[in-house]
Each structure stands twice: as structure tokens, then as C-alpha cells.
């Protein structure tokens, strides 16, 4: 279990069990998630968005259950549920914060918020992407990671899906195979037979994960919740895998031109 990305990455809404196994000297403990989450200190490396860059975050000091407001015309209907709030301060200004909150529900802890959105996060990096990626397919990755924090796996992998088919049929109709089929065959074809097909031009982790397409070819009707939980990862690192390939394919490109051009002009100075 790693307290981090329960904290930073999860979406919200996920239910997390409260009791926590942790072998210490040799001897199994049991900890509550929620005093693990307060007392988490590691400084982290994440991306401020007030300053537009990757900085070092420090955690503040806990706010363990933050007082209940109550409403005072229905006293009885408010419970008590013990909730706190994990915050977190940019290096380079304590006004940057990110923060989070979680509720303890039973037996369970449950992340209800946080701030800035993952969108807000995440927006930014896709601007490197506008290189490689249509302006339609840029709309669809935000919308995507949108959807991933409100804890919509569904829907979110429905447009993960469509970035990562795009992926797939731009390296099909970009690679040089011998007696290559038409698009059209392409496109009918399952998406496994369409990775086999491209394999040999498809980075590594492609391979390494063959086990997901099978949830990526089911029909909306047939996804479950939990199981796009599940492959909302994997299919997100393939996806930024390969976007990120194909930005340092395109800035290698350009700088060669530009190299080519600097010796041109170079040359022609020599004559
Ligand atoms: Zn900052």
C-alpha cells in the first residue's frame, strides 16, 4: 500500500479499507489508513500549478477531525464522522497548497475532496502534447482525467480508449510493413490482433500489458466500475508513454532540421 498515491492519485470517491497490516521488526501491526494518511510526511515532488512547474511539496502539520458544523435546525440528522483534511505546501511559496480531505465511514476511509482539480494538474503538461496530437484528441485527454477525478472509471476509459485507438491506427498508417492491409481491414480487426499487427513498432510496454486489451475491445455495456478502476492506469501510462515518444521523436526532429540548416548556412559562408 502506498500511502502517497492514495493520497495524490487516487480518484475521489474511492473506498479504501480501514485497517492496515503493516509488518514492523519483524511483527504484523494493524494502523488505521486514516492516521496513516495525517501522519504521512515525506516531502513530494509534484507539479504546483500556481508556479507552472514541478516543485517539492512538505505536508503541514495534521488537522485531525476538523469540527462538525452542525446545522442547527436538524440537529439530530448530522452525525458524527470523523473527518480531516491533508494539506500540503509548495517550496517555493506556502501560499501554493494542495489539499485533500477524507472521511472515516465504518470500516472504511473515503477521499471526498481535493484542490486544485486533477484537471488543474494535469492541464498544463498536455500542452507539449499539441505537437502530435489534434486539438479534438487534446479536448478528449482533459476531458478524460475530468471524468478519472470524479471517480467516473467508465466514462473516463471510454475516452482513454478512443486516445488509445488513435494511438494504435496513427502508428499503423505511419509504419513501413510489408504488404501492409488497408485501413480498412485494420479497423475491423480486435484491438489485440491490431497491437500484434503494429508490434514491432510499438514500444515495449505495449507488450508487457497485453493482458488489458481484452477489457479495452468490451462494449460499454459490458464494463464494470471496478474492473476500469483497474486498467485506468495501465492504459494512462500507455497512452503518456507514447505521447511523451512522440514529443522527443518531434523535438529531435526539428532540432536535426534546424542543425541542418545551421550547416548549410555554415557552408555556404565558406564558399
Ligand atoms: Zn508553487
Redesign the pocket.
Known sequence: MNIEEIIFDSPLYTRWKRNVEIEEDREVKIYNLDYLISSFKSRVDRY?T??GKH?IFAADQNVFDVTNIRNIHYPEKIEDKPSFFKSFR?S??PD?KILYSFIVEGDEVIKISEFPSKYESVKDTFNDYKKVLEKEKITELSKASQLESFGYAIASLLYYRRIFEGIILKTFSESAIENKITEEEFRHKRMNEKIEYIADFLPEYFKENAHMYGVLSKGVHELEEDECRKYLPIVKTIIFFSLDEAVEKRNKEIRKAEMTKKLAEANSKLK
Request: glycine share 0%; proline share 0%.
Open positions: 504546483c500556481k508556479c516543485r509548495c517555493s511559496d501554493h
